[in-house]
């Protein structure tokens, strides 16, 4: 393949590469999410005044419910990511980046503040009588959560610069019609330019012979001399 075709497929390669980049980190965030989600964060302590002590343990979707919805919303990006370009393709990069926020804030409020024991015993449903004797955090799912956030965040900048060339879904999807379009103004440019195997494949596929120039319509013979009508016979 000629060297003048390098250039334009370089965009192409680099658009690749980071699309590729953006979904492992959308995948890895998401992971983080539902992982931390079915882990437990809070253990709260409680006693009646009638039994012995009960410890409710809270699991990342009770403590923040929102974790499973926001890694759901991660893995519905990465489809999304293969089918959008342009300006929506950084729109769905700002979602990711809000989506990282959202999911972070608990985390942080966690490992900074810790557990009150009002939020505890509401989100453990304790009966009225029963009061609080300690509450302990695990600060692993935290940081697990944390780790998602950035791995979303990583992947909004990646959309968000991801080249435009070749940004939506890959040509085998489009029409037969668009497919013909193309193949003919791929054959009209290619008088200008180097053919690609691309290029000739197109040109088949919408049933022209990449390998016959076109000529022109080649003007009718005279019969029997110049002077008389075409065709006239004497």
Do not use: N
Not at 40 to 45: I, K, L, P, Q, Y
Not at 126 to 144: D, K, M
Not at 176 to 186: E, I, L, N, V
């Amino acid at each position: 393949m000629s060297d003048a075709s390098e250039p334009a497929r370089d965009p192409a390669r680099a658009g690749r590469r980071r699309s590729m980049i953006a979904v492992l980190l959308l995948a890895v965030a998401a992971v983080c999410l539902w992982g931390a989600s079915r882990m437990t964060w809070v253990e709260v302590t409680s006693s009646d005044g009638l039994g012995e002590e009960r410890t409710s343990v809270l699991v990342g979707g009770t403590w923040a419910a929102a974790l499973t919805p926001l890694a759901l919303t991660l893995v519905a990006a990465i489809a999304a990511s293969f089918a959008v370009k342009g300006w929506a393709l950084r729109v769905l990069g700002v979602l990711v980046a809000v989506v990282a926020v959202a999911a972070a804030v608990p985390a942080v409020g966690l490992l900074v503040s810790g557990a009150s024991d009002d939020e505890a015993a509401r989100l453990a449903e304790l009966p009225g009588r029963a009061e609080v004797q300690s509450v302990s955090v695990h600060a692993g799912p935290a940081v697990l959560v944390l780790v998602g956030a950035l791995a979303a965040l990583a992947a909004a900048v990646e959309l968000v610069r991801r080249p435009r060339v070749r940004a939506g879904l890959s040509s085998k999807y489009d029409s037969p019609g668009a497919r013909r379009d193309a193949a003919k103004k791929a054959g009209a440019d290619s008088a200008d330019g180097p053919v690609t195997q691309r290029m000739l494949w197109d040109a088949l596929d919408a049933g022209e012979d990449p390998t016959v120039e076109d000529k022109k319509a080649e003007p009718v013979d005279q019969v029997d001399g110049s002077d008389e009508d075409p065709g006239t016979r004497t």
